[in-house]
Nanobody, 126 residues
Framework: QLQLVESGGGLAQPGGSLRLSCAAS????????IGWFRQAPGKEREEVSC????????RDADSVKGRFTISRDNAKNTVYLQINRLKPEDTAVYYC???WGWGSKYYECGQEFDYWGQGTQVTVSS
């Protein structure tokens, strides 16, 4: 069973930066592609970024391209989401989620995510 724990959220000013972390335990993170999602109050959850098992391919939502960067360190069992040039509309709870990569060293992001973290709040306000 894979467990995911997000951290790094908080209050930030517009134009600032945050780096979110998603730490995994229970299974090697390299077995999974990892997505970052967010859900703002009153809105549906949306995927913002996803990274393949080896980190060689990423998938980013149009709304965050150029500002969000997803990366991973499989040796540390951690995935990161660097958020730059923060905007008030980035305010949301951010979740990481894992999808099974079938034991493949090179497996691109799919559409199914089987494990979810508890989320970390990001609030962007002056």
């Amino acid at each position: 069973q894979l467990q995911l724990v997000e951290s790094g959220g908080g209050l930030a000013q517009p134009g600032g930066s945050l780096r979110l972390s998603c730490a995994a335990s229970g299974n090697p993170l390299s077995y999974y592609y990892i997505g970052w999602f967010r859900q703002a109050p009153g809105k549906e959850r949306e995927e913002v970024s996803c990274i393949s098992t080896d980190g060689g391919n990423t998938r980013d939502a149009d709304s965050v391209k150029g500002r969000f960067t997803i990366s991973r360190d499989n040796a540390k069992n951690t995935v990161y989401l660097q958020i730059n040039r923060l905007k008030p509309e980035d305010t949301a709870v951010y979740y990481c989620a894992a999808g099974w990569g079938w034991g493949s060293k090179y497996y691109e992001c799919g559409q199914e995510f089987d494990y979810w973290g508890q989320g970390t709040q990001v609030t962007v306000s002056s």
